[in-house]
């Protein structure tokens, strides 16, 4: 499995019309091979900005890579050049990948990948 999680930096006043922009838009990851969850998530608030990640777990790094290179993800990023979504951010999302190397699950198995 492969964990693709963006960090954005948001101002305080625009956590909501940030929260709402990713809870309205038009999902086009269901339609990619190979994803297979995806996660908004809220960290912490500092004076200056509000913490969120967008997690995405995938079958594969592979399965990530076609995702990007797809017209579902032209479409889902469409709104995002300068101006648009661009925006809410206080600086640019910053992208970090990871390869799974260990999954615990609820009955307490440890799997390797």
Do not use: C
């Amino acid at each position: 499995m492969f964990i693709a999680m963006n960090r954005f930096k948001v101002a305080p006043d625009q956590a909501s019309a940030f929260e709402e922009m990713w809870m309205s838009r038009e999902v086009h990851l269901h339609t990619v091979p190979g994803f297979v969850e995806f996660h908004l998530l809220r960290g912490p608030s500092k004076d200056d900005h509000v913490l969120y990640s967008s997690h995405t777990v995938w079958a594969s790094r592979e399965a990530f890579e076609g995702w990007t290179k797809s017209e579902a993800f032209r479409a889902a990023h469409r709104n995002a050049a300068p101006g648009g979504r661009a925006a809410l951010y206080i600086e640019h999302p910053q992208f970090e990948g990871f390869e799974v190397i260990q999954t615990v699950t609820r009955d307490g198995k440890s799997v390797a990948a």
